[in-house]
């Protein structure tokens, strides 16, 4: 089966700063790749998510990058601010969008 | 528009007792899955329903039973408890469209 991992486990920024987290997945059949934010004592929530064909996707300060070769994929997070603050999980899924293979997430802080 | 309702929110159970958590969605989405997550360990897929009528098993199953009620609904069993199964448990719908997760139900077992 998919295995998805995730670096790192933590990440602490200062406001203002970028944040990168990566993942890397094992099946070359995964073609579906979302990034999650969970707030503490929250539901995951999408935040971005991106398909095989496309190899970047931006919205407004958070941006995915795929390289399917490499079978790795990452969150860009530009100009951090203290509400990012939450656990980031990258997951990868075949056809269905609800059939996801889940990193190990990232907690990030952001300090004022 | 609710989304993805889960109930209970709470539950703590003894080790061998059955309960079973419940969840609805009013998004009208074909699949609606069942998670668990543990720490350090993301969420982990335990069972799924691509549509109603068919369940299948998801990558840690064992110790659960599901039934796919309707197309809103979707029910996750446990027949014995064991502490291994302390968790936080998501429902979520999607299908063809990204995942809805419900807000969780927190299950420890003593």
């Known amino acids: 089966g998919e295995n998805v991992e995730q670096h790192p486990s933590t990440l602490s920024v200062q406001e203002g700063d970028s944040a990168v987290i990566k993942c890397t997945y094992s099946?070359?059949?995964?073609?579906?790749f979302p990034w999650y934010k969970q707030e503490l004592g929250k539901r995951p929530q999408l935040i971005i998510d991106?398909?095989?064909?496309?190899g970047e996707k931006k919205d407004q300060r958070i941006a995915v990058t795929l390289n399917k070769t490499a079978k790795h994929f990452s969150l860009h997070i530009t100009e951090t601010q203290p509400e990012d603050s939450a656990v980031y999980f990258c997951?990868?899924?075949?056809?269905?969008?609800?059939?996801?293979?889940f990193g190990q997430g990232t907690i990030l802080t952001v300090h004022p | 528009n609710a989304g993805v309702t889960q109930t209970p929110k709470f539950q703590v159970l003894k080790t061998g007792q059955s309960m079973t958590l419940q969840c609805a969605q009013d998004?009208?989405?074909?699949?609606m899955y069942w998670y668990r997550q543990d720490p350090g360990m993301g969420l982990r897929l335990i069972y799924y329903?691509?549509?109603?009528?068919?369940?299948d098993k998801g990558e840690v199953p064992n110790g659960y039973n599901v039934s796919r009620l309707n197309k809103r609904e979707f029910s996750l069993r446990l027949e014995s408890a064991a502490p291994s199964q302390t968790s936080v448990y998501f429902c979520?719908?999607?299908?063809?469209?990204?995942?809805?997760f419900g807000n969780g139900t927190r299950l420890t077992v003593t």
């Open positions: 991106i398909r095989s064909n496309v």
């Open positions: 998004m009208n989405h074909n699949s």
């Open positions: 329903s691509a549509s109603e009528g068919t369940t």
């Open positions: 997951a990868a899924g075949g056809t269905s969008y609800g059939k996801l293979t």
């Open positions: 099946d070359s059949a995964s073609n579906y």
């Open positions: 979520a719908s999607g299908g063809n469209s990204p995942l809805h």
